[in-house]
């Protein structure tokens, strides 16, 4: 009898942050990565000499869970989405866990864009987004296997979700994403008017 399975599954988490506590304010984190970008003279000359459209706090600020307590409350919240995370993964963690190592702001103008890339040496990625006005960005997600395809034909138009090369998730205001540090992913051109903010995190194993 014919089989036919499908194996070695890429798995997505979207929640609403709001479903673990504490509750987070949108419009006060938002205004909280706001205050955060006018201020970070570091933040703002490492965009420019990097051609960073808008602003990212990656490289310049390790500490906004001490400079604004909502951050903190956040990453209280985002422990609980990445523990269930890592329960359906069916992770063995053995006496260790999963702990935040770094979270950072991400503040995209008109047109800006985030290139494809993946995050070496964590273990699960992922973005909550503060600000998504009309237009704006998807997430886009890369299968893993692209680079080993070769020759393959490409897919039917229509194909299903799992066969796809690519997929393109468009999450609201106050969703979270959760994925394998190892995922490519990139956030295309934001093609709205207004800035696309969201605050992306990596947990490692601790």
Not at 96 to 117: C, F, Q
Not at 118 to 134: A, K, L, W
Not at 188 to 195: A, G, T, V
């Amino acid at each position: 009898m014919t089989q036919i399975r499908s194996l070695f599954a890429t798995r997505l988490y979207r929640a609403p942050l709001s479903e673990q506590e504490p509750l987070i304010d949108t419009d006060e984190l938002a205004s909280s990565c706001w205050s955060i970008a006018e201020d970070d003279e570091a933040g703002q000359e490492w965009c420019d000499d990097n051609g960073y459209p808008g602003y990212t706090s990656y490289a310049s600020l390790t500490d906004l869970p001490w400079r604004f307590p909502i951050f903190a409350a956040l990453i209280e919240a985002l422990d609980k989405h990445v523990a269930a995370f890592a329960e359906d993964l069916e992770f063995d963690l053995g006496e260790r866990k999963l702990v935040v190592e770094d979270i950072w702001i991400n503040i995209l103008p008109e047109g800006g864009t985030h290139a494809s890339h993946i995050h070496p040496h964590s273990v699960i990625s992922g973005t909550t987004y503060v600000s998504m006005p009309e237009g704006t960005s998807a997430l886009k997600l890369e299968d893993p296997r692209l680079g080993f395809m070769m020759a393959a034909p490409a897919r039917r138009k229509g194909c299903r979700e799992e066969l796809k090369t690519f997929i393109y998730e468009s999450p609201n205001v106050g969703d979270v994403l959760l994925w394998e540090s190892w995922l490519r992913h990139e956030v295309p051109p934001n093609m709205s008017e207004e800035e696309r903010i969201s605050v992306s995190f990596n947990y490692k194993w601790d």
